[in-house]
């Protein structure tokens, strides 16, 4: 591309004021060899006409020194054909200013600081420009928009149903013998409507009704899927019959470790008989998009055995009493335990949430109906009736033949033709002794996705979904943001695989995911990214001549978008990458990047901060901010007028996990005075969109010690911190303390090398 660059300072919303915007145009006429054009408002009428006037006589790479990037993105998009960066000199300068302290003198240099600051940040976005280069999409020849939705329950039936409903073509695979899955077995339905009192016929055999006769459904029971190989827009599915052995099954994931014990005789293949992972199916059937809807199993609850479950025979799960009341065989009298009790008073089932605390409230109904005198006990640590169906729960609570009570029952054992259930800690202050004729115990809802591989992929990181102990066995992208998404792009889990969920939320869930399934076949179809990255026409490029095979980019992508040869080259499929950069930020010969975002690219942002000679008052400090959660909280710092430390230059990143330490070295190297990453939560309550990117980040910047010992620095020179999106007031004291670190330690010694 033959560039023609010009750049627009605005001086609105108090840039103006503030900046020196004669001097801040010479920085980028002289320095940068830009155009350079001032305006009232950018993103007004005649700002947009002028930046558009000057595109149609030939400008094709525009840097806009205004507001954030994360906000008038339509006002500042001029179309494919033009390259457009901004500098962020609102929020993150002009906003963020240091204000003094009531009844002190504001510091001399003040302004200078200032316009020091917003200079760097224009020179960083020159050179950006000057380096980025335009992108083109990632199209596929031939693009299946078929979905395939795995599972025929009621999240399956109704995703089949919407996606069909919006003109295109599902197959529908279940592994039983017939569709409804485990509703086929429910008597009835949660309300819906108010009065929300009364129960509702299961609408299953309808909903399978709708399927069975829509023509875009092809429609296949007694069948699984063996494998799914490929990428969105071009799955590879291999099917086969339910409880079939075949040489297509997707093969477990054997390590590099695994690998040479196989090779000495030290372990048996586990994979003997099947196909490598890489291996085409001529058979296969090509699905652009894949939903999930495989559901749920009943949690293991035989443990509690003061409970009796499996010794006792009246001792029941919910799931068995829901068939035993859709046949009619209800006993009189039946107790309903909510949680194990015992010494952990306080504990519900594993897996026990708002749904299962309904399913009492409703099979203590059938009790009622089909028992004149009969009576339902339900004990509970915890009741969960959230929305509208808080009145359902008081319309159980007005029933005569209810009886409902917080007690952790601590015994349940014969007692003649009866069963005997103690429990302490009642809400009435006294313990209880029940002799009833069942038990039931709410067994929670556990994906499928726990404990077996269920997606079954022929992916190098192995047929499951990966790191599932962090999100308890579901198939988690980022449950807060990123509903119905998996860790591998173009697979939409939605039901009781994605969470516990009635019926009706069920039918909403699955309608999601399969309007997600869609998204992703148009995303595709135009060779963008489809999260959450969305519309990103980027994809990672691999300088394969260099490339040693260490397998680093393809171990820690998260979302397996990397397969590799026996030799360990990496084999990039591009519509499963989701552009985080993980891969690029892993690489120690620096061969992959993008065209707008790359080892070169940042390396000369870096180098291009103006870093003053030894001066206490202007040391330099980089902070590579995740762009999901850190640089909007900084935006959102600078609106509420929480001052940032004029010795800080913020470079946005896609993900921590795309920072090459090599960053690192450049900025110290080029005299930076310290750096610091400031990325998403990981861990327990992680936080990061890319998964595991803050996490690796983390590890990397654990090694980076070494390193610079090496140059002769203070490993405190480099820090990593998490920070939410929320964390707006926090992050000005965090920046400030490192800065305080630096300022203690001295300048760089590298300075003017």
């Given at each position: 591309?033959?560039?023609?660059?010009?750049?627009?300072?605005?001086?609105?919303?108090?840039?103006?004021?503030?900046?020196?915007?004669?001097?801040?145009?010479?920085?980028?006429?002289g320095e940068m060899s830009m155009d350079c054009k001032t305006a009232d408002c950018l993103c007004g009428s005649e700002g947009r006409s002028l930046i558009e006037n000057d595109i149609a006589e030939g400008v094709n790479t525009v840097v806009v020194g205004a507001c954030s990037p994360r906000v008038m993105q339509n006002e500042f998009d001029f179309g494919e054909g033009t390259i457009t960066v901004r500098a962020n000199l609102?929020?993150?300068?002009?906003?963020?200013?240091?204000?003094?302290?009531?009844?002190?003198?504001?510091?001399?240099?003040?302004?200078?600081?200032?316009?020091?600051?917003?200079?760097?940040?224009?020179?960083?976005?020159?050179?950006?420009?000057?380096?980025?280069?335009?992108?083109?999409?990632?199209?596929?020849?031939?693009?299946?928009?078929?979905?395939?939705?795995?599972?025929?329950?009621?999240?399956?039936?109704?995703?089949?149903?919407?996606?069909?409903?919006?003109?295109?073509?599902?197959?529908?695979?279940?592994?039983?013998?017939?569709?409804?899955?485990?509703?086929?077995?429910?008597?009835?339905?949660?309300?819906?409507?108010?009065?929300?009192?009364?129960?509702?016929?299961?609408?299953?055999?309808?909903?399978?009704?709708?399927?069975?006769?829509?023509?875009?459904?092809?429609?296949?029971?007694?069948?699984?899927?063996?494998?799914?190989?490929?990428?969105?827009?071009?799955?590879?599915?291999?099917?086969?019959?339910?409880?079939?052995?075949?040489?297509?099954?997707?093969?477990?994931?054997?390590?590099?470790?695994?690998?040479?014990?196989?090779?000495?005789?030290?372990?048996?293949?586990?994979?003997?008989?099947?196909?490598?992972?890489?291996?085409?199916?001529?058979?296969?059937?090509?699905?652009?998009?894949?939903?999930?809807?495989?559901?749920?199993?009943?949690?293991?609850?035989?443990?509690?055995?003061?409970?009796?479950?499996?010794?006792?025979?009246?001792?029941?799960?919910?799931?068995?009493?829901?068939?035993?009341?859709?046949?009619?065989?209800?006993?009189?009298?039946?107790?309903?335990?909510?949680?194990?009790?015992?010494?952990?008073?306080?504990?519900?089932?594993?897996?026990?949430?708002?749904?299962?605390?309904?399913?009492?409230?409703?099979?203590?109904?059938?009790?009622?109906?089909?028992?004149?005198?009969?009576?339902?006990?339900?004990?509970?640590?915890?009741?969960?009736?959230?929305?509208?169906?808080?009145?359902?729960?008081?319309?159980?609570?007005?029933?005569?033949?209810?009886?409902?009570?917080?007690?952790?029952?601590?015994?349940?054992?014969?007692?003649?033709?009866?069963?005997?259930?103690?429990?302490?800690?009642?809400?009435?202050?006294?313990?209880?002794?029940?002799?009833?004729?069942?038990?039931?115990?709410?067994?929670g809802m556990e994906p499928t996705t726990k404990e077996e591989d269920t997606i079954n992929l022929a992916y190098r990181q192995g047929p499951a979904f990966i790191d599932l102990e962090l999100f308890d066995g579901y198939a988690d992208s980022h449950f807060i943001c990123f509903p119905y998404e998996t860790r591998r792009t173009g697979v939409y889990t939605c039901g009781g695989v994605r969470k516990a969920e009635t019926i009706?939320?069920?039918?909403?869930?699955?309608?999601?995911?399969?309007?997600?399934?869609?998204?992703?076949?148009?995303?595709?179809?135009?060779?963008?990214?489809?999260?959450?990255?969305?519309?990103?026409?980027?994809?990672?490029?691999?300088?394969?001549?260099?490339?040693?095979?260490?397998?680093?980019?393809?171990?820690?992508?998260?979302?397996?978008?990397?397969?590799?040869?026996?030799?360990?080259?990496?084999?990039?499929?591009?519509?499963?990458?989701?552009?985080?950069?993980?891969?690029?930020?892993?690489?120690?010969?620096?061969?992959?990047?993008?065209?707008?975002?790359?080892?070169?690219?940042?390396?000369?942002?870096?180098?291009?901060?103006?870093?003053?000679?030894?001066?206490?008052?202007?040391?330099?400090?980089?902070?590579?901010?995740?762009?999901?959660?850190?640089?909007?909280?900084?935006?959102?710092?600078?609106?509420?007028?929480?001052?940032?430390?004029?010795?800080?230059?913020?470079?946005?990143?896609?993900?921590?996990?795309?920072?090459?330490?090599?960053?690192?070295?450049?900025?110290?190297?080029?005299?930076?005075?310290?750096?610091?990453?400031?990325?998403?939560?990981?861990?327990?309550?992680?936080?990061?969109?890319?998964?595991?990117?803050?996490?690796?980040?983390?590890?990397?910047?654990?090694?980076?010690?070494?390193?610079?010992?090496?140059?002769?620095?203070?490993?405190?020179?480099?820090?990593?911190?998490?920070?939410?999106?929320?964390?707006?007031?926090?992050?000005?004291?965090?920046?400030?303390?490192?800065?305080?670190?630096?300022?203690?330690?001295?300048?760089?010694?590298?300075?003017?090398?």
């Amino acid at each position: 591309m033959d560039k023609k660059y010009c750049a627009y300072l605005c001086s609105g919303c108090g840039i103006g004021d503030a900046l020196d915007m004669d001097a801040l145009a010479e920085v980028v006429t002289g320095e940068m060899s830009m155009d350079c054009k001032t305006a009232d408002c950018l993103c007004g009428s005649e700002g947009r006409s002028l930046i558009e006037n000057d595109i149609a006589e030939g400008v094709n790479t525009v840097v806009v020194g205004a507001c954030s990037p994360r906000v008038m993105q339509n006002e500042f998009d001029f179309g494919e054909g033009t390259i457009t960066v901004r500098a962020n000199l609102r929020e993150q300068v002009v906003w963020a200013e240091v204000k003094p302290v009531e009844g002190e003198e504001p510091h001399a240099e003040a302004a200078e600081f200032l316009n020091e600051t917003a200079a760097d940040y224009m020179r960083m976005a020159c050179t950006q420009a000057q380096k980025t280069q335009p992108a083109e999409p990632h199209l596929l020849e031939n693009l299946s928009r078929k979905i395939l939705v795995m599972g025929g329950g009621i999240a399956g039936l109704t995703a089949a149903k919407e996606a069909a409903a919006a003109g295109y073509e599902v197959t529908l695979v279940e592994k039983g013998d017939k569709l409804g899955g485990k509703a086929s077995d429910w008597r009835k339905s949660f309300p819906t409507k108010s009065p929300w009192t009364d129960l509702e016929d299961n609408p299953v055999a309808a909903l399978i009704a709708e399927v069975e006769s829509d023509s875009k459904i092809t429609v296949r029971t007694g069948a699984e899927v063996a494998r799914i190989a490929g990428g969105p827009g071009a799955f590879k599915v291999s099917m086969k019959a339910t409880g079939a052995e075949t040489e297509w099954d997707a093969p477990d994931k054997v390590t590099t470790e695994e690998r040479e014990k196989i090779e000495k005789g030290e372990m048996e293949d586990p994979n003997t008989g099947l196909m490598d992972y890489m291996a085409d199916d001529p058979n296969a059937e090509i699905h652009g998009a894949v939903v999930l809807a495989t559901g749920w199993v009943p949690a293991d609850v035989s443990e509690y055995e003061h409970l009796g479950y499996g010794a006792i025979k009246n001792v029941v799960t919910n799931v068995e009493f829901e068939k035993l009341a859709k046949e009619g065989k209800v006993p009189e009298n039946v107790a309903f335990v909510q949680s194990p009790g015992g010494k952990d008073d306080d504990k519900d089932f594993p897996y026990c949430n708002s749904v299962t605390s309904m399913v009492a409230l409703k099979q203590a109904q059938y009790v009622c109906e089909d028992n004149e005198e009969g009576k339902a006990y339900v004990l509970y640590q915890h009741m969960r009736t959230p929305g509208s169906q808080e009145l359902f729960y008081k319309s159980a609570q007005q029933n005569d033949g209810i009886f409902m009570t917080k007690a952790a029952v601590t015994k349940v054992e014969e007692n003649g033709t009866k069963l005997r259930v103690s429990a302490e800690d009642t809400l009435l202050g006294e313990n209880l002794e029940l002799d009833v004729d069942m038990v039931v115990l709410a067994a929670g809802m556990e994906p499928t996705t726990k404990e077996e591989d269920t997606i079954n992929l022929a992916y190098r990181q192995g047929p499951a979904f990966i790191d599932l102990e962090l999100f308890d066995g579901y198939a988690d992208s980022h449950f807060i943001c990123f509903p119905y998404e998996t860790r591998r792009t173009g697979v939409y889990t939605c039901g009781g695989v994605r969470k516990a969920e009635t019926i009706d939320e069920t039918i909403d869930d699955a309608t999601g995911a399969a309007l997600k399934a869609i998204q992703c076949l148009e995303s595709t179809d135009r060779g963008v990214s489809v999260h959450p990255r969305s519309g990103d026409q980027t994809w990672p490029d691999f300088f394969m001549q260099r490339c040693t095979q260490c397998k680093r980019c393809t171990e820690e992508c998260p979302f397996g978008a990397l397969d590799d040869d026996e030799k360990g080259t990496p084999l990039p499929n591009n519509t499963r990458c989701r552009r985080c950069g993980t891969c690029m930020g892993a690489c120690p010969e620096r061969i992959i990047g993008f065209t707008d975002y790359n080892i070169d690219l940042i390396g000369s942002m870096i180098k291009s901060v103006e870093v003053p000679e030894e001066d206490d008052d202007r040391l330099r400090i980089v902070v590579f901010a995740c762009e999901n959660d850190a640089y909007p909280a900084l935006d959102m710092a600078g609106m509420k007028g929480n001052g940032i430390n004029h010795m800080i230059r913020f470079i946005p990143v896609r993900c921590l996990g795309s920072v090459n330490m090599a960053w690192i070295r450049d900025a110290l190297s080029a005299g930076m005075d310290g750096a610091m990453l400031l990325g998403c939560t990981y861990g327990d309550d992680y936080q990061c969109h890319f998964i595991k990117g803050s996490e690796i980040a983390n590890k990397r910047m654990e090694n980076i010690g070494d390193t610079l010992s090496t140059l002769g620095l203070e490993s405190e020179r480099c820090a990593a911190e998490q920070v939410a999106i929320t964390d707006y007031d926090k992050i000005p004291q965090i920046l400030n303390d490192f800065v305080e670190e630096i300022v203690e330690m001295g300048p760089n010694p590298f300075k003017g090398f």
